[in-house]
């Protein structure tokens, strides 16, 4: 799935565990818009069961955790 998606009162948490669980098994999230986007405890969930099979996104630092995320993965 790609992400290509501004920040704004509309857009902040909209992709959540409910739109993550409807993408097929093994799907890579691609967000090359604003990190906020996404909810990181959902991601971090659907990384962690297997339902997502990875993550892209631009540089930058829009998701603070995902260093512990990554430790958590392994």
């Known amino acids: 799935m790609?992400?290509?998606l501004p920040l704004n009162k509309y857009t902040m948490g909209?992709?959540?565990?409910?739109?993550?669980?409807?993408?097929?098994?093994?799907?890579?999230?691609?967000?090359?818009?604003?990190?906020?986007?996404?909810?990181e405890e959902d991601l971090y969930r659907c990384l962690?069961?297997?339902?997502?099979?990875?993550?892209a996104r631009t540089s930058g630092g829009y998701m603070m955790g995902m260093?512990?995320?990554r430790r958590g993965l392994h």
């Not at 962690?48 to 993550?55: K, S």
């Open 2 to 4: 790609a992400i290509a």
């Open 48 to 55: 962690r069961r297997g339902r997502t099979l990875g993550l």
């Open 14 to 39: 909209l992709i959540g565990e409910r739109e993550l669980r409807a993408l097929k098994r093994g799907a890579i999230v691609v967000n090359v818009g604003r990190g906020d986007v996404v909810r």
């Open 67 to 69: 260093r512990r995320f």
